[in-house]
C-alpha cells in the first residue's frame, strides 16, 4: 500500500568532502557532491569553500564561509555564496 501522495519516485545524493586548517580556526574545503532525481540525468558540482570557525564556547561554534559551487557536464554554471552554520564538536 502506498501512501497518498506517493508517485513512487527515487531520489539518490551523494556527497564527499575534505577540510583543511591551515590556521587554528581558518579552513579551505573541497567537496564533490551530486543528486540523481527521478527522471533526470546525474547532477555532479565540486565545490569550493574558506571560512572560519568562531567559538561560542567550547563545544559550540559559528562557522561562515564563502564558497564557489562549479556545476560539472550539463549540472549548470557556477555559483558563488555565503554559508552561515552552526557546528557541535562531541
Given at each position: 500500500m502506498k501512501p497518498d501522495g506517493f508517485d513512487g519516485a527515487t531520489n539518490f545524493e551523494f556527497g564527499?568532502?575534505?577540510?583543511?586548517?591551515?590556521?587554528?580556526?581558518?579552513f579551505g574545503r573541497v567537496g564533490l557532491?551530486?543528486?540523481?532525481?527521478?527522471?533526470?540525468?546525474m547532477a555532479a558540482a565540486l565545490d569550493?569553500?574558506?571560512?572560519?570557525?568562531?567559538?561560542?564556547?567550547e563545544k559550540v561554534y559559528f562557522e561562515p564561509s564563502v564558497y564557489?559551487?562549479?556545476?560539472?557536464?550539463?549540472?549548470?554554471?557556477?555559483?558563488?555564496?555565503?554559508?552561515?552554520?552552526l557546528g557541535v564538536k562531541f
Open positions: 564527499v568532502g575534505a577540510r583543511y586548517y591551515f590556521h587554528k580556526t581558518w557532491g551530486g543528486q540523481k532525481l527521478q527522471d533526470v540525468d569550493f569553500s574558506i571560512g572560519y570557525d568562531w567559538f561560542l564556547s564557489y559551487n562549479l556545476g560539472l557536464g550539463d549540472a549548470g554554471e557556477g555559483v558563488f555564496g555565503l554559508r552561515l552554520g
